[in-house]
């Protein structure tokens, strides 16, 4: 049976909308292409971080770039000079606009927002048929970048809770020059709390106050906390709130579902994209959606997200299987990391393209006693068995 499109993503989000950049620049096999996105319209609802370790395709995006760092606990701070692996912001609301225009001039790739998808794909006879909002279609191959529901204590090892506000200030009281990077509070029982600040100029920044806790928390949760921060960082000055951010990530979860057949993908934060020990995605999508488009083209359908490497998945499982049970030491466990590792060192492991004496340097930062303790611990009852092999 002949169907109406070759591919249908469902999700529209990072994952979504990078893949469909690729197709649209370069549809090879692959021209019949549907995003369906159930919003309606994008607004700028977050920021995407990460190390700029070798050029990138969205280098014009990029808002700021940082060669400075700083980690703060009660007892220590650690500087970082990352001038060579520069911190850079691309806000959300910039990649959208991008996308949506270039997918708008596309022939071969098309967004649109607004779909929801009423119930789960299932096979037909050449692919797959997608109920919506809209009506019923056909494809020869799907890829859900959707995630599979909402954020729920137990299914990651721990989840990574922010809440933003880009603030103006009528003074300058920030460091332009100066990502805060990690400003931890210890006074959170059961939980790794800090502050995050990007400032944007002396009297802008985007302030974000983050937990990693089993539990997942929203951002009623964590209002009055942020509160606090934005009145200690800001020293006094009035400032007005630009705009809000929130969101949860996983770090660490179970291994991913299953596809539910031939020309069947999942892909996103809770397929694979975000690294287990630190939330960071971004550049990863980027470099599935080079895999994922690249197999497209050439006819032999989706593939989803690589696994890391077995000892970067042991490392970073024992690593947040440390900061569940022993979250009072989290601020010293990442002070150390930064403060007895060479930058770049810290900069590739935390980017993915580390070497065996990056990760050894990484794990000789870190206090052998209490690693080989957890090693040797036996596994909690209904603790999330995250993938290790």
Same mark, same amino acid.
């Given at each position: 049976m002949a169907t109406d499109l070759d591919l249908v993503v469902l999700g529209g989000g990072c994952a979504g909308l990078s893949l469909a950049l690729r197709l649209a620049e370069e549809p090879g096999q692959c021209r019949r292409v549907t995003v369906l996105e159930s919003r309606q319209a994008y607004r700028h609802d977050r920021s995407w971080c990460f190390w700029r370790v070798g050029p990138h395709r969205y280098e014009p995006l990029v808002k700021r770039s940082w060669s400075r760092l700083v980690l703060r606990s009660a007892g220590r701070a650690v500087q970082v000079d990352c001038a060579s692996t520069?911190? &850079? +912001?691309l806000e959300a609301g910039a990649f959208y606009d991008h996308a949506v225009q270039a997918l708008a001039a596309s022939d071969s790739v098309r967004l649109q927002t607004g779909?929801?998808? +009423?119930?789960?794909? #299932?096979?037909? &006879?050449?692919?797959w048929r997608i109920e919506t909002s809209a009506g019923g279609l056909t494809a020869a191959q799907v890829i859900d970048t959707r995630p599979p529901g909402p954020p729920q204590r137990g299914a990651a090892l721990l989840w990574q809770s922010f809440l933003g506000e880009e603030?103006?200030?009528? #003074?300058?009281?920030f460091d332009p020059g100066r990502v805060h990077l990690m400003d931890f509070a210890n006074d959170l029982p059961g939980a790794v709390a800090f502050t995050y600040v990007l400032p944007l100029a002396s009297d802008r920044a985007l302030i974000e106050t983050t937990l990693f806790d089993p539990q997942p928390h929203g951002p009623g949760d964590l209002a009055r906390r942020h509160q606090q921060a934005v009145q200690r960082l800001c020293g006094g000055a009035s400032s007005q709130v630009m705009r809000t951010e929130a969101g949860i990530l996983p770090m660490g979860i179970a291994p991913p579902r299953a596809a539910l057949g031939p020309g069947h993908c999942r892909a996103g934060l809770m397929s694979g994209a975000a690294r287990p020990a630190t939330g960071y995605a971004f550049q990863r999508i980027q470099r599935w959606a080079d895999r994922c488009s690249a197999a497209l083209r050439s006819g032999r359908g989706p593939v989803g997200h690589e696994p890391d490497p077995l000892l970067t998945r042991r490392m970073d499982r024992l690593f947040l299987d440390v900061l569940r049970c022993h979250p009072e030491r989290g601020p010293e466990l990442f002070i150390r +990391?930064?403060?007895h590792t060479a930058t770049p060192r810290v900069i590739r492991f935390l980017s993915d393209s580390s070497s065996f004496t990056d990760r050894a340097a990484v794990a000789a930062s870190l206090p052998a006693g209490l690693f080989l303790r957890q090693l040797l611990r036996p596994a909690p009852r209904g603790a999330v068995q995250a993938s290790a092999t």
């Open positions: 520069p911190y &850079q +912001l779909m929801t998808v +009423l119930e789960p794909p #299932r096979p037909v &006879q050449g692919g603030l103006i200030c009528d #003074r300058a009281v +990391l930064f403060g």
